[in-house]
């Protein structure tokens, strides 16, 4: 059985960003996988798509993952299975939101997921706790993030859509699934960058390795310097810069990671901390959805 695209990827392009580096005028450009759908962040239908086909394949016609209340890989899991006509519950952490949906979970709702709240301490237990035991007869696993095999090497098919021409990849890191596939579909030429908006986020880096072929090979890194006071916080100079990037180039920005990552790279490139020759490459992951419903 066929999986149905809900995204439309002939939307993504590249954009160049002029005057970006203001001061040494590296090239930066812009892969703009937001385009692709309005809830389906582009990092996550491609981490999806692989378990969805994987599901369907072997005739699952129930689904279940996992996120927090405002986690954009629940809102494209919704979206993606609804449009395979599939069903699917979505594994909520922390109770209190049961009694009042937020935009993300009640949209997640309104395309038919059916949600389970659980607590902070159930939710650690995934898939082992007694509370999600019980919904997995007959079901998909889909972990937390899409972060498995399968949503490495779906994360990976972005790697076709950058030409060898740019020097570095810029990409935003929560689980690290996707910079994991992206890093091994890349060809050795090209350096990854990782920028993780969590305090203290290289702490990902022992679990980033244990999935990279060649983990040796120096083409990747991890940055935590852009966290800006930790994971989902938007302190106003993030917001007044998002928005000044907004008026110059016509490109939203979701706050919780590509705005890190694009304040951080242009603070870097101020600093001189590219060759003049690069051509940076910047991967817009999407998650807008975030943008009306954070904080
Ligand atoms: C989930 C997400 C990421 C991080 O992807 P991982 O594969 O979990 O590292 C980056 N950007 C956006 C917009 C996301 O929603």
């Given at each position: 059985?066929?999986?149905?695209?809900?995204?439309?990827?002939?939307?993504?392009?590249?954009?160049?960003?002029?005057?970006?580096?203001?001061?040494?005028r590296?090239?930066?450009?812009?892969?703009?996988?937001?385009?692709?759908?309005?809830?389906?962040?582009?990092?996550?239908?491609?981490?999806?798509?692989?378990?969805?086909?994987?599901?369907?394949?072997?005739?699952?016609?129930?689904?279940?993952?996992?996120?927090?209340?405002y986690?954009?890989?629940?809102?494209?899991?919704?979206?993606?299975?609804?449009?395979?006509?599939?069903?699917?519950?979505?594994?909520?952490?922390?109770?209190?939101?049961?009694?009042?949906?937020?935009?993300?979970?009640?949209?997640?709702?309104?395309?038919?997921?059916?949600?389970?709240?659980?607590?902070?301490?159930?939710?650690?237990l995934?898939?082992?706790?007694a509370?999600?035991?019980?919904?997995?007869?007959?079901?998909?696993?889909?972990?937390?993030?899409?972060?498995?095999?399968?949503?490495?090497?779906?994360?990976?098919?972005?790697?076709?859509?950058?030409?060898?021409?740019f020097?570095?990849?810029?990409?935003?890191?929560?689980?690290?699934?996707?910079?994991?596939?992206?890093?091994?579909?890349?060809?050795?030429?090209?350096?990854?960058?990782?920028y993780?908006?969590?305090?203290?986020?290289?702490?990902?880096?022992?679990?980033?390795?244990?999935?990279?072929?060649?983990?040796?090979?120096?083409?990747?890194?991890?940055?935590?310097?852009?966290?800006?006071?930790?994971?989902?916080?938007?302190?106003?100079e993030?917001?007044?810069?998002?928005?000044?990037?907004?008026?110059?180039?016509?490109?939203?920005?979701?706050?919780?990671?590509?705005?890190?990552?694009?304040?951080?790279?242009?603070?870097e490139?101020?600093?001189?901390?590219?060759?003049?020759?690069?051509?940076?490459?910047?991967?817009?992951?999407?998650?807008?959805?975030?943008?009306?419903?954070?904080?």
């Amino acid at each position: 059985m066929a999986i149905i695209k809900p995204v439309d990827e002939s939307l993504i392009r590249i954009d160049a960003l002029p005057a970006f580096d203001p001061v040494h005028r590296v090239a930066v450009s812009m892969l703009r996988l937001d385009r692709m759908h309005p809830f389906i962040s582009g990092n996550k239908w491609y981490k999806l798509s692989l378990n969805l086909q994987t599901a369907l394949d072997a005739g699952y016609r129930r689904l279940l993952t996992f996120g927090g209340a405002y986690s954009n890989h629940l809102i494209a899991a919704a979206a993606a299975a609804q449009t395979n006509d599939l069903q699917i519950t979505g594994v909520v952490r922390g109770a209190e939101f049961a009694h009042r949906l937020n935009p993300v979970l009640q949209a997640c709702a309104d395309m038919g997921m059916q949600l389970a709240f659980v607590s902070r301490e159930e939710y650690d237990l995934r898939e082992k706790s007694a509370a999600v035991t019980n919904l997995l007869h007959n079901t998909y696993l889909i972990p937390e993030g899409g972060a498995n095999e399968a949503g490495r090497k779906g994360a990976g098919q972005i790697a076709s859509l950058i030409p060898g021409s740019f020097s570095h990849i810029c990409v935003s890191v929560g689980s690290g699934t996707t910079f994991e596939g992206l890093r091994n579909a890349l060809p050795a030429s090209q350096r990854l960058m990782g920028y993780v908006p969590i305090k203290g986020g290289r702490y990902l880096e022992t679990s980033v390795r244990s999935h990279l072929d060649a983990p040796d090979r120096d083409n990747w890194q991890l940055s935590d310097a852009w966290a800006m006071g930790g994971f989902g916080k938007c302190p106003p100079e993030l917001n007044a810069w998002m928005q000044s990037f907004n008026d110059q180039y016509g490109i939203e920005l979701d706050r919780v990671y590509t705005a890190k990552m694009m304040f951080g790279l242009q603070a870097e490139l101020t600093q001189g901390a590219f060759p003049v020759n690069a051509r940076i490459l910047c991967i817009h992951t999407g998650g807008l959805t975030g943008n009306v419903s954070n904080i």
